[in-house]
Nanobody
Framework: QVQLVESGGDLVQPGDSLKLSCEVSGFSPNYYAVAWFRQRPGKEREGVACIGSTEASAWYTDSVKGRFSISRDNTKGMVYLQMNDLRPDDTAVYHC?????????????????????????WGQGTQVTVSS
């Protein structure tokens, strides 16, 4: 059974940084796209970042470009999201997710267009709160 467990969320002030971690078990995502999305209360889930088998395939939503960075360590089964210069509107529950089959560069193209149906497995999430 595929399991994703997020950690690293915290209560921070605007301008602070956080690094979120996602431990993946049950399968090896070496050739699968992995991604982060976030949910605010009462709002639709929003794709944040996605990375395929190479860093050249990475995708970020406009609001986090230049501030967030997604990375992966396949040997450890880990996915990370480095979050810098956090803003109050970054407050959300952050979830990691994985593609259901290898699609090369296409996987993150789908994710960037909010086609989350091909990313069916996700974790319980970790709360990030940015407030002064």
């Amino acid at each position: 059974q595929v399991q994703l467990v997020e950690s690293g969320g915290d209560l921070v002030q605007p301008g602070d940084s956080l690094k979120l971690s996602c431990e993946v078990s049950g399968f090896s995502p070496n050739y699968y796209a992995v991604a982060w999305f976030r949910q605010r209360p009462g709002k639709e889930r929003e794709g944040v970042a996605c990375i395929g088998s190479t860093e050249a395939s990475a995708w970020y939503t406009d609001s986090v470009k230049g501030r967030f960075s997604i990375s992966r360590d396949n040997t450890k089964g880990m996915v990370y999201l480095q979050m810098n210069d956090l803003r109050p509107d970054d407050t959300a529950v952050y979830h990691c997710t994985a593609e259901d089959s290898p699609r090369g560069v296409i996987g993150c193209v789908f994710f960037g267009n909010s086609k989350f149906d091909i990313f069916p497995v996700w974790g319980q999430g970790t709360q990030v709160t940015v407030s002064s």
